[in-house]
């Protein structure tokens, strides 16, 4: 695993001429955890899919190792977890199935996996405890299977980064607790992690940086540094949200 460093710059996403975020830049450092925080609507999602090049910016730009996002995906080093909303879990197609589209980028153009690709597949459903749910149809998961699915998919991918998109959203609590553990195994193995989350009170306990959003990129570094209160208030509409209130 060669760690990415994920540099945005004065990044500007308009949907239909409605901002979405304006003017947005921050640097993600190799190896390193970093959770993003925001209200709903203020552009994380936005975020995330302009690093992964299904928005196009208006403005700005977002390197990858100094590579644009088109090229950094050619060689396969951005995964992504999508919000749960974001699928259609009534498609017919198998747990196995969807991890084994972690390996696509990687297979000859018949699509037929190679011995790799089945190892990769069930490595990535053993790390995720899901090895025994590998035939079972995506819409009989639970919520908290369905996000270990989706980032045993990722994981399949050998990708050095990794972004996360509300991963504990209707994840019981041991389930989040499996989840950070196995996030900071990944961090010793290089990835670059990026994480939105609405679980404010878990973020000091693994997260190495904060990246605030309220439409752009108000304030980022170390948890230490920017999770605070003020920070937080500003970010949230001078509303700090109860469950980080000291
Ligand atoms: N495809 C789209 N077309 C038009 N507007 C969009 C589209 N996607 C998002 N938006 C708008 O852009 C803004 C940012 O949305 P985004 O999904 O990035 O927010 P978010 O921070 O991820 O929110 P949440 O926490 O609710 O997931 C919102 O005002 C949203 O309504």
Not at 158 to 185: C, H
Request: hydrophobic share 40%.
């Amino acid at each position: 695993m060669n760690p990415a460093s994920i540099d945005v710059e004065n990044v500007t996403v308009r949907y239909h001429g409605n901002v979405a975020l304006h003017q947005a830049s921050v640097k993600l450092a190799p190896g390193s955890i970093n959770g993003l925080v925001g209200m709903n609507g203020s552009g994380k999602s936005t975020l995330f899919k302009a690093m992964m090049g299904f928005v196009k910016p208006q403005a700005g730009r977002i390197l990858i190792n100094g590579l644009p996002v088109r090229q950094a995906q050619k060689r396969h080093q951005i995964a992504y977890v999508p919000q749960a909303e974001e699928v259609d879990w009534q498609f017919p197609v198998s747990v196995a199935d969807v991890v084994m589209m972690g390996r696509h980028g990687y297979l000859n153009w018949l699509r037929i996996p190679k011995k790799q690709d089945d190892q990769r597949v069930k490595a990535s459903l053993e790390r995720v405890q899901m090895g025994e749910f590998r035939d079972r149809q995506i819409g009989e998961l639970s919520g908290g299977q369905r996000k270990r699915t989706f980032l045993a998919r990722a994981l399949a991918q050998d990708s050095s980064i990794l972004l996360l998109d509300e991963p504990f959203t209707g994840v019981d609590v041991r389930t989040e607790k499996a989840m950070i553990d196995l996030l900071l195994e990944l961090r010793q193995q290089g990835y670059t992690i990026l994480i939105s989350t609405h679980d404010l009170s878990s973020i000091e306990t693994f997260c190495d940086q904060v990246v605030l959003v309220n439409k752009t990129v108000l304030a980022y570094g170390s948890t230490a540094d920017v999770f605070t209160e003020e920070n937080l208030t500003r970010t949230f509409g001078g509303i700090l949200p109860h469950r980080i209130k000291k």
